[in-house]
């Protein structure tokens, strides 16, 4: 946890200097946007790492598909950086862009949970064909 609140006081800091740039040169503040993006992005990804043990010890016990907590994963991982990619196009005055972002980041998360579906599909299909 000290991770998490040293990204914190991080990104508190940025966003001052953000709000103080701003009026002078809106590019730095840009940079200091993406900048501590990046740096949550990292931060979050190290707090990850119990999270993926733990998938991979309910994987090995569950018997599950690795690809399917993968694309699990890999959903998560494109909603959160379209999210964040959103965000800082709609702080540098193009909402539109952000906009697009988001629609392109939900028909990703879509492609890529087609394998899912259809794994449920064949799963329901497999239960009412037993009844």
Do not use: H
């Amino acid at each position: 946890m000290e991770l998490f609140w040293k990204t914190v006081g991080a990104v508190l800091i940025c966003a001052i200097l953000v709000l103080v740039l701003e009026r002078q040169n809106r590019d730095f503040s840009l940079m200091i946007t993406v900048a501590a993006s990046a740096m949550i992005c990292i931060g979050a990804a190290k707090l990850f790492d119990p999270v993926l043990s733990f998938l991979g010890q309910l994987e090995t016990l569950a018997g599950l598909s690795s690809d399917m907590l993968l694309t699990l994963i890999k959903v998560f991982g494109i909603g959160m950086t379209g999210e964040i990619a959103a965000s800082v196009c709609k702080d540098a005055g193009n909402a539109s862009l952000g906009k697009g972002l988001q629609f392109l980041t939900n028909a990703a998360i879509l492609y890529l949970s087609v394998p899912v579906f259809s794994a449920l599909t064949d799963l329901f299909v497999g239960v009412l064909g037993d009844i």
